[in-house]
Each structure stands twice: as structure tokens, then as C-alpha cells.
């Protein structure tokens, strides 16, 4: 079967470092992306990983390891405006059809 | 460029009642989808489009129908609404190739409620 499993709630302070873990079973495995969802918005794109090894954009980065079903999202200098959900997708099929898992509601706070 | 935009925001209806979700992109994308989301489910993939005319069943299709007569517009029915179609429904579209810097761009979505 197809599954992406990430946790459900994360806390952080402001100025930290945090990492969001996120594991994958899907076939036709072919990138893992993540998405930033504010509540009450849009899910909009952060990276895409395709090979193994990390991305670097800003204060995030993303990690992925195909052998290990295992991906990271990295976020550095945390400001609350980063209090938000993370969601963890990965290519199912053909078509860019995406799997998202639950998602991961980080809450940063003073 | 707006985007991909959505028409209603919100709409409440009530058991057995029908309506159209308007999907509506200005980038000239090819493939268009439309996804559900739940609290603590995530997205789940309702129906997609992979171009002008052609559409495919998702994850969960039971209980819609979907159109997409012009490449700009998707088009999402509800036939006879149920309270289990209580959601968020989000409207996608992209280019068939993806690359490092973009993927599917989300519409606002639109918060419906059956009664």
C-alpha cells in the first residue's frame, strides 16, 4: 500500500531550530515534496527532493533518503509567522498525482 | 495572474441538495485536480485532468463528478450532497514536468458544510 506518516504536532521556540520528520512507502516513488499550510490557506510550495542528499533554500532546508523511505524538513531561526502545517507529499502514479500525509502542526512560540 | 481561483468560499447545504465547484487557473497548466481535506487525513485526491476534455478518478471519487470542458476550468459536482462530503476542497493545477522550483499550485479552497 501507499502510506506517508509524519507527527501529528510539534512545539518550538522562536529563534530554534526544529526538524519535521516525515517517512514513505508509495510505488513509483520519483520526489518528495513539502508544503507550508497556514490555517484557513492555501497549501503552497517549499522543495522538492528527487536525489538523496539535502536542499538548501534560506532558513529551510529539506533532506531526503531514498534507500531509507525518509525525508526532513530543516527550519532554522524560527519566527512565528512559521507557526503553520507541514505536509509531506510524495508522487503516486503518474500525472504528478500527489499522497499527502496528515501533516504536522508546528506551533512556534515566544 | 490571479492564479488558481475558487468560486464559492464557503457554501452550507443541506442533505440531498446538488451544486458546482469552479476551479478556475490562468497558467495555462495542463493537469488540474481536485482534493478533500479532513481534519487529521490530509489531502486525499478526488478527481484530476490531465488536459481539455479527459478526466480520471482519484482516491476518493464516490459521490462526485467532475468536468473540464476548457483547459482554464475544473469543474467539481456534488450530485446529491451528504454530510460525510463536510470539507475543505482544494482545487490544483501544474505542468506536466515538475522540476526543483514548483509543483502544483493550490486555489483558496472552498469551506463546504452539509446540514
Known amino acids: 500500500g501507499q502510506n506517508i506518516d509524519q507527527p501529528t504536532e510539534m512545539t518550538a521556540t522562536e529563534g530554534a531550530i526544529v526538524q519535521i520528520n516525515c517517512t514513505y512507502q508509495?510505488?513509483?516513488?520519483?520526489?518528495l515534496f513539502w508544503y507550508q499550510q497556514h490555517a484557513g490557506e492555501a497549501p503552497t510550495f517549499l522543495s522538492y527532493?528527487?536525489?538523496?542528499g539535502l536542499e538548501e533554500k534560506g532558513r529551510f532546508s529539506s533532506f531526503l533518503s531514498r534507500s531509507k523511505g525518509y525525508s526532513y524538513l530543516l527550519l532554522k531561526e524560527l519566527q512565528m509567522k512559521d507557526s503553520a502545517s507541514y505536509l509531506c507529499?510524495?508522487?503516486?502514479?503518474?500525472?504528478?498525482?500527489?499522497?499527502f500525509g496528515a501533516g504536522t502542526r508546528l506551533a512556534v512560540h515566544p | 495572474n490571479a492564479g488558481v481561483t475558487q468560486t464559492p468560499k464557503f457554501r452550507v447545504l443541506k442533505t440531498g441538495q446538488s451544486m458546482t465547484l469552479l476551479c478556475a487557473q490562468d497558467?495555462?497548466?495542463?493537469?488540474m485536480y481536485w482534493y478533500r481535506q479532513d481534519p487529521g487525513m490530509g489531502l486525499r485526491l478526488i478527481h484530476y485532468?490531465?488536459?481539455?476534455?479527459?478526466?480520471a478518478k482519484g482516491e476518493v471519487p464516490d459521490g462526485y463528478n467532475v468536468s473540464r470542458l476548457k483547459k482554464q476550468n475544473f469543474l467539481l459536482g456534488l450530485e446529491s450532497a451528504a454530510p460525510s462530503q463536510t470539507s475543505v476542497y482544494f482545487c490544483?493545477?501544474?505542468?506536466?514536468?515538475?522540476?526543483?522550483?514548483?509543483?502544483?499550485?493550490f486555489g483558496p479552497g472552498t469551506r463546504l458544510t452539509v446540514l
Open positions: 490544483a493545477s501544474s505542468f506536466p514536468r515538475v522540476d526543483l522550483t514548483d509543483t502544483q499550485y
Open positions: 508509495t510505488s513509483g516513488f520519483n520526489g
Open positions: 527532493n528527487v536525489l538523496d
Open positions: 507529499a510524495a508522487f503516486s502514479g503518474g500525472y504528478n498525482k500527489l499522497i
Open positions: 497558467m495555462n497548466h495542463e493537469y
Open positions: 485532468s490531465v488536459g481539455e476534455g479527459t478526466t
